[in-house]
């Protein structure tokens, strides 16, 4: 056990952070989200979560981690990189996020944290909380924003100056007070190259992107047919797609990640436009059996793919 000390605690929560293999660790304190409130409304009010109906539940657990955990004091963001050592969207072949190179994250993730918070109640005692990977009404970039992580850039991504934004955001929503880090400055200054790069212009205003129009929203969450008006406009993305990210001058900075888990299986890496045209459902339970590439089953990917083609 240790002793009741704050500093004790948020230093014990670093280092097992690090120890874990997570990137970066930020803390901020537990309370309800002022700012984002009311721009998280206006979002929803605009329709620019398009089918993605998710969004506008919860909303008051989305605002307040107390909703989530009662009696939370604070949350505890976390970065786990997923910048790949080899890119597989080139030399003309169809693409898939890299997030989704490897096993799903949700999975990957969610034991780390587990074990996070294992080893909290081991060395601290009786302490009450959650975990979260992209699996609850958890505003997670503006808790990675608060507690330091980074900035949100024009993309509405999180940025951060030595990681890029290639990597995943967790948070542990805790009933225990901690030392809190300090916001970061925005760094985007007058770079418009997400803005400029997305072929649906689903960025057209900076800071906000239009959800019904990114290719990640067709691709991946919408399961009706895919609407005219976007033909041509995929740029070979048949699940997800990272051109904002590509194209951002802090992803220079981005080091390829350290856990075995998202190395993509062998056959991806082989992959042609002809095998992805024929692929059969055999071949794609194979090899995106542990893939969040799973989300779109077989008949969205194969939709995806067909509307390329057609």
Partial sequence: MRPLNKSNYTQLIKTTASDLGFDLCG?????????????????????????????????????????????????????????PDRDLDTNGNYKIAKYAYGEDYHFVVKRKLKAFFQ?????????????????????????????????????????NKQKGSFFF???IIIDLELEYDLPVADHCGSCTKCMDACPTDAISDPYVVDGSKCISYFTIELKDELPVEVKGKFDDWIFGCDICQDVCPWNRFSQSHNEPAFSPH???GTMSKRDWTELTEDVFKKVFKKSAVKRTKFSGLKRNINFLND
């Avoid at 537990?30 to 969004?55: C, D, F, I, S």
């Avoid at 989530?68 to 786990?80: D, F, H, M, N, P």
């Avoid at 601290?124 to 992580?149: C, M, N, T, Y």
């Fill in 27 to 83: 803390i901020a304190k537990a309370e309800y989200l002022t700012q984002e409130a009311p721009r998280l409304e206006k979002w929803l009010n605009q329709g620019k979560h398009g089918r993605m109906a998710y969004m506008a539940n919860h909303f008051e657990k989305r605002m307040d981690p107390t909703k989530l955990v009662e009696g939370a004091k604070s949350v505890i963001s976390l970065i786990y990189n997923y910048y």
């Fill in 119 to 159: 080893i909290l109640q081991q060395e601290i005692g009786e302490i009450s909380g959650r975990v979260f990977v992209d699996s609850a009404p958890v505003h997670e970039r503006a808790w990675a924003q608060k507690s330091g992580l980074g900035w949100i850039g024009k993309n509405s991504l999180l940025l």
């Fill in 169 to 171: 955001l967790a948070e």
């Fill in 266 to 268: 062998q056959e991806l």
